[in-house]
């Protein structure tokens, strides 16, 4: 793409304050973090309620980015770059979107639903990438703001698109319908999933029906709801000649008859009728969802006229989808991120930007395939791939592929190997320790293999950590926020048990004013990890003082023995200004200066200049239980008191805080300049009705080691505390208590699920491993076990051993590995 910025002024409405006459762009971000921003680069400039873009203005002119869509100019960014000046950026980038898919003229393919749609849309591509330069969405950007992003990587050279559309309520639909404009519609599984945007189904399918205005073909499952919703469609929108291309299991009228479907040993074969004909497929999987997406496929298959032959042989082909990037610890020290199983040239940008964002090492490697159907000659490709490598700043590339090896002196850091075999055969030499490794390859070249060589081995237990859901978290609670109140938040304890370094790079990317750790140790490793946020350490140890001064770490001060010993080190070592917190005691009695011992405070304190009072806080004892309200606003007033006397005796005016999760919740009126926020981040609230509005973080998952039957009468466990009275099916997982599931989880008190249906625990939690029955469970050895989620939450089974979620999550041992992703 190369545009001139003067001719979107009227696409985008806008208004232009500018410094050049002519500027092309030919590339467009909303991602402030992206090292891919340069001066070609159009930042649109969103905002939410909660993160506002224009804030990184200044930052990306200093950075080289010389144009902008934005809501207003930033008063430090005036005369300084391009502005184009809309009502809503967010509607601007849709309009640039749409104005952009109109240049250009080939088939498109919509597919929207409720399940199934990145997987129809990854195997539609794996189905027509032989006979097309296909352009489609990357992973599940499906959203008024991917889908956007998505159509904008159209280049000259492609000739098919397959965009996703997922919306979540009404009015959604017609923005994104302008911008994919598909002329050939793939109406996916409608499910339940997002019902609560929609009043009922009816009103959800004729929403997500929007999409196929003016598609020429529509495809879909039949059943009498949605062909009414379909007929009722066609005659309000007056179209004609749509041609409405059916399948069904049940209604032999339908454009494509399943007549039979048969699993066994992982595969299915399924017998349909097409005009009149009758032939088999074969597919390798058996799960129902699978079968119905396939069918979706067969079916746009056949609108493009395949022969059966060929149909046949690619569909046997079929693979599962991975959806998500994830970031897995490597061998060595390295982490790794598994992309391995696409490879094209829009998709490596954004995992590209998901390195930068997640890297735990300084040092990054790529290890790249060929890249197919880019739509651009090799040459020209290539320069770009090295263009973008050169930009993102990556240590080292490793090519395999021999088209990649042909282009190796594009790259200034790259090593090459002709096949996935050579690499492997060369793997020790290469020397993998202290990086971060973005794994990215084409499915034929099974990067699977590399992933498997790189990744830490452990056992199977691991906690997964859903970053999106921690993002969701944090702005919900920073949307109840006054405009101008900070945010602190505690990553103590391993972030809940939830990963320190990871969650606070995520946290610095929000840019939440303030980290809160209760050890120095704590502080110092995520320090050491990069992270340049404050740090405040609730509990620092008098020993640790040199190491906080050194670190840079904030300590917090409780204490007139503690202030003294820090001042005397602070002293020695010529410091001012260093800022520390003072805690006071209002009532939780636990640390902190009592009234009491104010005076002497403010004495010692008085003109010194080795330190600064960065912050006042205090704690509240029980701002979830409303049975003791009355007490936390006598804290509250206690806190307001103490500090004001602070404040106006010292002359200082420090940041105040008192509020945790609950607090936040509760005392909306006592956020003073900050508030601390620590189990709601991780997605758990006392509080039912908030609970809603969080979305789980950790989930715990296992797999079965092994599955027995065994008669009425034999025992399972230690102690034999569980007697089977009947014929019961048992099943090992490797687990145990000195990962953190307690024993009074076991003895048929707990359960976990295995293949969405509830597994009670027999017998005694073992050390490493715990026992479950699944008699009424198909299923075998290597499926899946979920310990702990969605379902069980982990508030439940706090509640169940009679103990808090906090101590359920923190409890999880460091043997767990933890998988993050998003
Ligand atoms: C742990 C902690 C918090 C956070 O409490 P949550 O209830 O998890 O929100 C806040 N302040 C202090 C001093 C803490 O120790």
Not at 28 to 40: A, E, K, M, P, W
Not at 151 to 166: D, Q, R, S, Y
Not at 271 to 277: G, V
Not at 771 to 785: H, L
Request: aromatic letters at 10%; one cysteine or more.
């Amino acid at each position: 793409m190369s545009i001139n910025l003067r001719n979107l002024i009227p696409v985008l409405e806008a208004e232009w304050i500018g410094l050049h006459t002519a500027i092309f762009v030919d590339h467009v971000s909303i991602d402030s973090r992206s090292l891919q921003n340069g001066s070609q680069t159009l930042f649109f400039a969103l905002s939410g309620v909660n993160n506002d873009a224009h804030l990184y203005i200044s930052e990306l002119i200093d950075k080289g980015v010389q144009s902008f869509v934005v809501q207003y100019v930033p008063d430090n960014c005036k005369g300084r770059a391009n502005f184009l000046i809309v009502k809503d950026t967010l509607k601007a980038l849709q309009e640039f979107a749409a104005y952009y898919r109109n240049l250009f003229d080939f088939p498109v393919i919509g597919l929207t639903g409720s399940n199934g749609k990145t997987i129809v849309k990854e195997w539609l591509n794996f189905l027509l990438s032989p006979d097309f330069n296909v352009i489609r969405s990357p992973k599940s950007y499906n959203s008024q703001v991917g889908v956007p992003l998505s159509v904008i990587a159209i280049n000259e050279k492609h000739n098919l698109g397959i965009f996703e559309a997922g919306i979540s309520t009404v009015n959604e639909m017609i923005n994104l319908e302008k911008i994919i404009k598909p002329t050939i519609g793939v109406l996916t599984n409608i499910g339940s999933a997002h019902d609560e945007g929609f009043l009922n189904l009816e009103q959800k399918i004729n929403e997500k029906l929007r999409l196929f205005k003016d598609s020429a073909l529509v495809v879909y499952q039949k059943n009498e709801i949605v062909d009414l919703c379909l007929a009722a469609f066609v005659k309000e929108n007056q179209l004609k000649g749509q041609v409405l291309f059916s399948w069904s299991f049940t209604d032999k009228s339908a454009t494509v008859f399943i007549l039979k479907k048969e699993s066994k040993n992982d595969k299915t074969q399924i017998e349909y009728q097409y005009k009149n004909e009758i032939f088999n497929l074969e597919i390798p999987f058996q799960d129902s969802a699978s079968i119905e997406n396939a069918i979706s496929c067969l079916l746009v298959l056949l609108y493009f006229k395949y022969d059966f032959a060929t149909i046949q042989n690619r569909m046997q082909m079929l693979y599962p989808v991975e959806m998500r990037l994830e970031v897995k610890n490597g061998i060595n020290n390295c982490s790794i991120i598994d992309d391995s199983y696409s490879s094209d040239f829009q998709s490596l940008k954004i995992a590209l930007d998901f390195l930068e964002s997640q890297k735990k090492n300084a040092s990054k490697t790529v290890i790249l395939s060929d890249i197919f159907q880019s739509g651009f000659s090799n040459e020209e490709l290539y320069s770009k791939v090295a263009q973008l490598i050169a930009d993102n700043k990556i240590n080292r590339v490793i090519g395999i592929g021999n088209t990649i090896s042909s282009f190796s002196d594009k790259f200034s850091n790259a090593v090459v190997f002709a096949s996935t075999a050579d690499f492997i055969a060369n793997f020790e030499s290469l020397n993998f320790a202290n990086e971060t490794i973005l794994i990215k390859g084409a499915r034929s070249f099974q990067f699977e293999e590399i992933v498997t060589l790189l990744e830490e081995k452990t056992h199977e237990t691991i906690l997964e950590i859903n970053l999106n859901s921690i993002s969701h978290n944090l702005n919900f609670f920073k949307s109840k926020l006054g405009s101008n109140v900070k945010m602190m938040v505690m990553v103590k304890a391993f972030g809940y048990g939830n990963g320190g370094l990871e969650i606070a790079k995520l946290l610095e990317h929000h840019k939440v004013d303030y980290l809160g750790v209760a050890f120095a140790d704590e502080g110092i490793s995520l320090k050491s990890g990069g992270i340049k946020l404050p740090i405040m350490v609730l509990n620092p140890e008098s020993t640790s003082f040199p190491s906080i001064i050194q670190y840079q770490l904030e300590p917090e001060i409780y204490s007139i023995k503690g202030l003294n010993a820090f001042l005397k080190i602070a002293r020695e070592k010529n410091l001012k200004d260093f800022p520390v917190h003072i805690k006071l005691d209002t009532g939780m009695h636990r640390l902190g200066f009592e009234e009491n011992t104010i005076d002497e405070l403010i004495a010692t304190l008085k003109g010194n200049s080795t330190i600064r009072i960065q912050s006042i806080l205090s704690h509240l004892a029980t701002s979830d239980d409303k049975d003791h309200f009355e007490f936390v606003r006598s804290q509250i007033r206690l806190f307001e008191k103490l500090s004001s006397k602070l404040m106006t005796e010292l002359g200082v005016n420090p940041i105040r805080h008192i509020l945790n999760t609950s607090g936040i919740s509760n005392f909306p009126d006592a956020q003073f300049n900050m508030v601390r926020l620590g189990i709601g981040l991780y997605g758990v609230s006392n509080d039912a009705a908030e609970q809603k509005f969080l979305e789980n973080v950790g989930t715990l998952k296992s797999i079965i080691s092994q599955v027995r039957t065994i008669p009425s009468g034999d025992s399972v466990g230690y102690g034999r505390r569980f007697m089977a009275t009947k014929e019961t099916k048992i099943a090992t997982i490797p687990i145990g208590y000195a990962d953190g599931i307690s024993r009074l989880w076991g003895n048929g008190v707990g359960y976990v699920i295995v293949k969405n249906q509830k597994a009670a625990i027999v017998g005694s939690v073992c050390m490493d491993m715990l026992m479950i029955d699944v008699s009424e469970i198909d299923c075998k050895e290597g499926d899946s076990v979920i310990i702990f989620g969605e379902n069980p939450t982990v508030t439940e089974i706090a509640n169940a051993l009679k103990t808090i979620p906090y101590e359920i999550l923190t409890s999880i041992s460091q043997r767990v590995k933890r998988v993050f992703f998003r």
